[in-house]
């Protein structure tokens, strides 16, 4: 377990190519504006099959 864990920090300090800080900050302000649409459009659909499902109920009354 030990080699295993020296063996992946080698590794991260070797073979990994990290971005830069400002890639770094790019990247995630375009994660953050994703993570956003996604949640407003899941929303959206959300809000719409709850619409839907409430007028079917409403007519079964």
């Known amino acids: 377990m030990i080699t295993y864990i020296k063996a ?6 070797n073979n990994v190519s990290w ?7 790019n990247l995630m ?3 953050a ?4 649409i996604f949640a407003l459009l899941t929303w959206g ?3 719409v099959f709850s ?3 409430q007028v ?6």
Request: charged share 30%.
């Open 33 to 36: 504006v994703f993570s956003l």
């Open 56 to 61: 079917y109920f409403d007519l079964l009354k």
């Open 19 to 25: 971005p830069t800080r400002e890639q770094a900050s």
């Open 29 to 31: 302000v375009v994660v």
């Open 8 to 13: 992946s920090l080698e590794e991260l300090k």
């Open 45 to 47: 659909v959300d809000t």
């Open 51 to 53: 619409r839907v499902i």
